[in-house]
Nanobody, 123 residues
Framework: QVQVVESGGGLVQPGGSLRLSCAVS????????IAWFRQAPGKEREGVSCISSSDGSTRYADSLKGRFTISRDNAKNTVYLQMNSLKPEDTAVYYC????????????????WGQGTQVTVSA
């Protein structure tokens, strides 16, 4: 049975850090790219980052480069999103999505999706 489960969200002060986890089962990270998306209240869902299955290449939204880092541990079937220097505008529900082999741009182009984890950045 395929599962995609996010965890690690919470409340953090501006300037703080969080590490989100995306644990998958029912398929291998050797075969699937994993992307992180986020959706803030009243806004459209946006792509945050992605890591491919083939060569581990990574992509980031331009506005997030340098603050967020995506990584994976294939042995643990888990992908991480390290978020540093968090800002109030990073407040959103963060989702991960899995798609065969390569990163895609749109949410609907992925095959499996998680339920999301809330990140709130506030003093």
């Amino acid at each position: 049975q395929v599962q995609v489960v996010e965890s690690g969200g919470g409340l953090v002060q501006p300037g703080g850090s969080l590490r989100l986890s995306c644990a998958v089962s029912g398929f291998s990270l050797d075969d699937y790219a994993i992307a992180w998306f986020r959706q803030a209240p009243g806004k459209e869902r946006e792509g945050v980052s992605c890591i491919s299955s083939s060569d581990g290449s990574t992509r980031y939204a331009d506005s997030l480069k340098g603050r967020f880092t995506i990584s994976r541990d294939n042995a643990k079937n888990t992908v991480y999103l390290q978020m540093n220097s968090l800002k109030p505008e990073d407040t959103a529900v963060y989702y991960c999505a899995a798609g065969v082999l390569t990163c895609r741009r749109l949410w609907d182009e992925y095959d499996y999706w998680g339920q999301g984890t809330q990140v709130t950045v506030s003093a």
